[in-house]
């Protein structure tokens, strides 16, 4: 079945940092691929997706490139800030029929952003 | 611009109760998805609809149950309840096949 690994947690960096959050995925066919973050008592927000292969998602200030070879859509921003202190979900969907893309998220990675 | 509205935001309940999760996605989204997230863990996907029907089924328990009304709302339903349904149930919509919006999520604690 479908699988997405991303790197254990938790990271603890400094302010204006370069951030890396590796994920790795399993599944057949060509999947979209998306980041999502988690702040402290919220919902899911959409960071970003790519929806084919070397295809980049980006925002915020954050990218990830979908790389087919590599099976990978690893999250990375070039200078951190304390606000985006979260914990960050890599998922995929797959499947293009209505109701029936349900999301399968990897393990989450807290981040703390020290000043 | 409007979101998915959850509510209620928290429950408290006893083991054997029952409890009723409501979900009132986007304005002209058609599709729902309901999503349970455990203490320190991923979301896990429970059920899903489109256009009021059924279209896929997660590691839901027979215990639960979900609908989607004619104004595209959605209710999922718990009964017998256990220690282990503490959570939060996230619910998001989705214009047809796209990208899915999530609520706040409705925290479930049960005593």
């Known amino acids: ?115 | 611009a409007a979101g998915v509205i959850q509510s209620p935001r928290h429950l408290i309940k006893e083991k054997r109760e029952t409890a009723t999760l409501k979900c009132y996605p986007i304005p002209r989204h058609d599709t729902v998805y309901w999503y349970q997230q455990g203490p320190g863990q991923d979301p896990q996907f429970l059920i899903s609809f489109y256009e009021k029907m059924q279209s896929d089924k997660g590691s839901i328990p027979d215990r639960f149950s979900a609908q989607q009304f004619s104004d595209y709302h959605s209710e999922l339903n718990m009964s017998s309840l256990e220690l282990g349904d503490s959570a939060l149930y996230f619910c998001a919509s989705s214009p047809g096949t796209d990208t899915q919006y999530f609520g706040p999520g409705t925290r479930l604690t049960v005593l």
């Not at chain 1, 084919?52 to 490139?65: H, L, M, P, Q, V």
């Not at chain 1, 590599?70 to 606000?83: A, I, R």
């Open chain 1, 1 to 115: 079945g479908d699988s997405v690994t991303q790197m254990e947690g938790p990271v603890t960096l400094s302010e204006e940092a370069f951030l890396t959050i590796n994920c790795t995925y399993t599944a057949t066919g060509y999947p979209s691929l998306f980041w999502y973050v988690q702040y402290p008592g919220e919902g899911l927000q959409l960071l970003l997706k790519a929806t084919k292969a070397d295809d980049k998602g980006s925002n915020k200030g954050f990218e990830a490139t979908y790389r087919k070879e590599t099976t990978s859509f690893h999250l990375e921003k070039g200078s951190v800030q304390v606000s985006d202190s979260a914990v960050y979900f890599c998922a995929l969907k797959r499947g293009s029929n209505f109701g029936n893309e349900k999301l399968t998220f990897g393990t989450g990675t807290r981040l703390t952003i020290i000043p």
